[in-house]
């Protein structure tokens, strides 16, 4: 990915385009090119933006979801964005679903794919053996339909992550701190629109995951993506951001 990372006030981030706010919020073991397709397809209409979470540099104490959503309240007011439409995958849609239910004032609508906040089965139930590439290299497989898709770079930056102790220590702490943190009670709360967008085949957070969300969220719409893992944007990009401009169309003309 070629886009310019600018690092201003503490914060790194991506920002593209002009107009509307186009919020993209990685997951757990994610990164800032998993939007690529997006950031590509849509920086000509919107104002795309991605901040790197902070995920390795917080105190080992404050390391959760909760932490992460005040970092992108700060970023927010940093940026002074309002109306923002949110994107989140895996982790990043528990932290934009945080954050939408304390600072509902900021966001317009949301799209979440593969969230976690109800349910996640991250790394296949168990945690990766630290010393084994090949190991590594099947649960990040396991992460997408089509095993291709784990690329050799994509394998090589998770293996990395989980060989240094400092960050596989915080990995831990905000996969425990997701866990702990269910959503199922406070998701009825969220009446902006909602645009779920899941992989038929997702193994980390199931299609019954999606069917519940779509259950408890008032405003919220449906969409599969066959043959597709739990991150769409990357393995069907095409499919996910046929789905997004259908919603971000639909929201422009009822909001």
């Not at 503490?10 to 990685?26: A, K, P, S």
């Not at 060989?163 to 831990?172: C, E, K």
Request: charged letters at 25%.
């Amino acid at each position: 990915m070629e886009f310019e990372i600018k690092e201003e006030n503490g914060f790194r981030y991506i920002e593209e385009g002009q107009g509307e706010v186009l919020l993209l919020l990685h997951g757990l073991m994610g990164a800032l090119s998993n939007w690529e397709h997006v950031v590509n397809e849509f920086k000509g209409q919107y104002r795309v933006i991605i901040p790197m979470l902070p995920l390795y540099e917080m105190p080992l104490l404050t390391t959760g979801v909760k932490s992460l959503a005040k970092f992108v309240h700060k970023f927010i007011k940093y940026k002074n964005l309002d109306n923002v439409i949110l994107l989140g995958n895996s982790l990043g849609g528990h932290v934009g679903l945080i954050y939408t239910l304390s600072h509902p004032e900021y966001i317009k609508a949301l799209v979440l794919a593969g969230s976690s906040g109800l349910y996640e089965n991250a790394f296949g139930g168990s945690f990766p053996r630290r010393e084994s590439y090949d190991f590594i290299k099947e649960k990040v497989e396991y992460t997408f339909y089509d095993p291709a898709t784990a690329t050799k770079e994509l394998v090589d930056d998770v293996f990395a992550t989980v060989n240094d102790r400092v960050r596989v220590i915080r990995i831990l702490a905000m996969a425990k701190s997701a866990i702990r943190h269910n959503m199922a009670k406070e998701l009825h709360k969220i009446t902006i629109p909602v645009c779920l967008i899941w992989g038929e085949d997702d193994k980390i957070t199931p299609p019954d995951v999606a069917k519940e969300f779509h259950n408890i969220l008032p405003d919220s719409e449906l969409n599969w993506v066959p043959k597709c893992g739990h991150a769409p944007m990357m393995e069907r990009p095409e499919i996910f951001n046929d789905y997004l401009k259908k919603f971000l169309d639909r929201i422009a003309v009822t909001i």
